[in-house]
């Protein structure tokens, strides 16, 4: 079993950055396929990005295409997500969890182990 714990936000100016930590235990992050989720008061959890297990294909919702980038470091064992030109709309806890299929599903109930999450604040 893998445990995730995130870290990394807080309260950001719009067009800031923020870089999100996933630290994982019980198993390496080279060995699992990855993904990010968040979600925004009032609304329902939403996908954000996959990683593949080699870390060769990633995958993005529109909404953050071009501002977002997911990675991993395998020595570190901990997934990131590198958040730039930051709107408030991107407000929001964010969760990292391992894709129990390994297809790149985009469909929450296909991933498990999820983090504790961590909340993005972004100011107008």
């Known amino acids: 079993q893998v445990q995730l714990v995130e870290s990394g936000g807080g309260l950001v100016q719009a067009g800031g950055s923020l870089r999100l930590s996933c630290a994982a235990s019980?198993?390496?992050?080279?060995?699992?396929?990855m993904g990010w989720f968040r979600r925004a008061p009032g609304k329902e959890r939403e996908f954000v990005a996959h990683i593949s297990r080699s870390g060769g294909t990633t995958n993005y919702a529109e909404f953050v295409k071009g501002r977002f980038t997911i990675s991993k470091d395998n020595a570190k064992n901990t997934l990131y997500l590198q958040m730039n030109s930051l709107k408030p709309e991107d407000t929001a806890v964010y969760y990292c969890?391992?894709?129990?299929?390994?297809?790149?599903?985009?469909?929450?109930?296909?991933?498990?182990?999820w983090g504790q999450g961590t909340q993005v604040t972004v100011s107008s």
């Open positions: 969890a391992v894709d129990r299929i390994g297809s790149g599903s985009t469909y929450a109930p296909d991933f498990d182990s």
């Open positions: 019980g198993r390496t992050v080279s060995s699992i396929a």
